[in-house]
């Protein structure tokens, strides 16, 4: 199915949530009585979809939308959207979050950082005069997330790689793909990436999921290999490290997760997961060569697909503010993301 038929609805449950200001759960610290500030006054941008990084890939996926499909059928109508845009992307609120990130540096590192780099570059793509504007106002905050990544790589000696926010190997890839690092960062990213992850092998695929697991920490380590290695030693490094999927053994990041409430905010991070998973699946198929291996990721990628996207539109909260995001990451893998 493809994201145009998804298009409109998916903006207006983006549009909604960026404005949203409550129910809010914020990551500052509070360090005495006569700091409670409410969420708009720290976060002038992204104050919206009940927590920061989802209002970062919430306000990516509009832009997304607008670029795609704006002002065509499938998407009718898109003043409204562009105009929430040029409130919140503009220098003085933008600035105020780059002033955030630089007083508060390990805030939503790295997954919320990503997202920030994904949105300037959506931008930048979307281009025009409105597009040029918004990129131009987040550009002094996406340096920001650049020189705080270039200072805590050097630190980060092990990978976090379970399945939640803090996984590094999902947000450096999501970081690569944006083209905003600076030249001297991005080869640091890449070479952090292979340090970390260039002689695994025997991924423990079989403690998969876990039970709130949005990402699977063995998909996302090898769609963040899949862009730093050539893509002649993909292959094998994919053999070495999931040796199940060459030999037709089970191999639990293929199986459709069972989610048993989709209400439950913690739990419901499985919906996500059959996404994500969709995503990286797609991506890791398309860059294999045909054969079994490819086919069997192809159709793991399609019932992935199947069984999370009827989730994204249910009318609830809990998973109204961030799940069209990694459907649309799903429905169109690979493409310049």
Aim: charged share 20%; net charge negative.
């Amino acid at each position: 199915m493809p994201l145009s038929t998804h298009a409109a609805p998916f903006a207006r449950l983006a549009l909604a949530n960026i404005t949203r200001e409550y129910p809010n759960f914020p990551a500052h610290l509070i360090t005495s009585a006569d700091e409670r500030v409410e969420p708009r006054t720290l976060h002038p941008v992204f104050y919206g979809a009940y927590d920061w990084h989802s209002s970062a890939h919430m306000h990516w996926l509009l832009v997304r939308l607008l670029r795609r499909y704006g002002d065509t059928p499938a998407l009718p109508g898109t003043a409204a959207a562009v105009d929430v845009l040029d409130r919140h992307l503009t220098p003085g609120n933008l600035a105020v979050e780059a002033a955030y990130l630089r007083d508060h540096p390990s805030f939503e590192r790295p997954y919320g950082w990503a997202w920030l780099l994904a949105l300037t570059a959506e931008c930048r793509a979307y281009g025009g005069a409105a597009g040029a504007r918004w990129a131009e106002a987040l550009a002094p905050a996406a340096a920001t997330v650049d020189r705080l990544l270039a200072g805590w790589l050097p630190k980060a000696t092990y990978p976090v790689r379970h399945g939640n926010h803090p996984n590094s190997a999902f947000a450096l890839g999501l970081a690569l793909d944006s083209g905003e690092l600076s030249a001297t960062t991005e080869r640091a990213v890449r070479e952090r990436l292979l340090a970390w992850f260039a002689d695994d092998h025997d991924a423990p695929a079989h403690w998969e999921p876990s039970g709130q697991d949005f990402l699977s920490p063995a998909l996302t380590e090898a769609d963040a290999m899949r862009r730093v290695l050539p893509r002649e030693e993909f292959a094998p490094w994919l053999d070495r490290f999931l040796p199940a999927l060459r030999t037709g053994a089970p191999c639990p990041p293929l199986d459709v997760p069972v989610v048993s409430d989709h209400a439950d905010p913690q739990i419901g991070h499985l919906l996500g997961l059959t996404l994500s998973r969709a995503a990286a699946l797609r991506s890791l198929a398309d860059a294999l060569p045909g054969g079994p291996v490819r086919d069997r990721l192809g159709a793991a990628a399609d019932a992935h697909l199947a069984a999370g996207l009827p989730a994204v539109e249910r009318g609830d909260f809990t998973t109204d503010h961030w799940l069209a995001t990694f459907a649309t990451l799903a429905l169109e893998p690979g493409t310049d993301r």
